[in-house]
């Protein structure tokens, strides 16, 4: 292992969109394991600060792999298309319409079943760009494609999140 490789390196994976969690999920474990602290208690103080940084390195990665999201935007930066969302918010026009049409129906929702209604369409926006996401990465290798759809996830999760915390004022 190298502390320079990427995610995908460090995990032994191939640099995909699709990943199996299940196997995600034993790699992290078996590589935190290898790098434990406590495993080199007995080499000293410079040893331990060294496994604590693979540790770190390790977590980090395993953060941005295992969240559809950031590893999205991962891969998209790893082949030269930073999605740059704080300076980058150009968005197609039909997606900009839905937003505002979401907003609208946010702040014009009276209960929790149109607030549920909403959360529905947003469930259903992002399981469609999650699938555009991967067909434009593993497929098609168009990340600066990607780019858009990442940023409209990022939308999206956003978005939905108001809808929970409104669900929540509602219900308390």
Not at 80 to 88: D, G, R
Not at 102 to 130: M, N, P, V, Y
Not at 160 to 165: F, G, K, P, Q, T
């Amino acid at each position: 292992m190298n502390l320079q490789d990427n995610d995908f390196e460090l995990f032994g994976l191939v640099a995909r969109y699709a990943q199996d969690r299940a196997a995600l999920d034993a790699r992290w474990k078996d590589l935190q394991r290898q790098v434990h602290p406590d495993k080199f208690a007995d080499q000293g103080a410079a040893a331990q600060r060294v496994a604590m940084q693979w540790s770190v390195r390790i977590n980090e990665a395993y953060q941005r792999l295992k969240d559809p999201l950031k590893r999205a935007a991962y891969l998209c930066e790893l082949n030269a298309a930073p999605v740059n969302a704080e300076n980058n918010t150009a968005m197609p026009a039909p997606f900009l319409m839905q937003q505002m049409q979401w907003r609208e129906d946010l702040d014009d929702a009276q209960g929790a079943e149109e607030l549920e209604q909403i959360r529905l369409q947003c469930l259903s926006a992002k399981r469609e760009t999650l699938q555009n996401i991967e067909q434009l990465l593993d497929d098609a290798h168009d990340y600066a494609g990607a780019v858009a759809q990442v940023r409209a996830l990022m939308f999206i999760e956003r978005f939905m999140a108001d809808v929970d915390a409104r669900l929540d004022e509602i219900e308390t």
